[in-house]
């Protein structure tokens, strides 16, 4: 299967976990979502373009995929999945229970 897929700004909390919630098509058409909890670019493909579209901005999600999601919506407005960086490994944001 292939899939192509954008960025929402939609996280959701799974197993204690900031994740950014894509949205896109398969091949064949049909819609989808996903979670993605990383997302790598291999250093010899590392370029400006590459690190321009992960810096690119979010788009807003559909309201099918909110929809599909309303148990694990993460309301806090400062609660975002961490942006993976140019140069080092994504972080994970974790947050104590207290």
Sequence with gaps: MKITIERTSL??????????????K?????????????????SEDRSPQADAEMKSPDRDPSPAVVAAFPEVIDTDSSARAPRPRSSKPARTERRRHG
């Design 11 to 24: 996280v959701v909390r799974a197993h204690g976990v900031l994740i950014q919630v894509w949205e896109g």
């Design 26 to 42: 398969t091949e064949s058409g049909a819609r989808i979502a996903c979670v993605v909890d990383r997302l790598m670019i291999e």
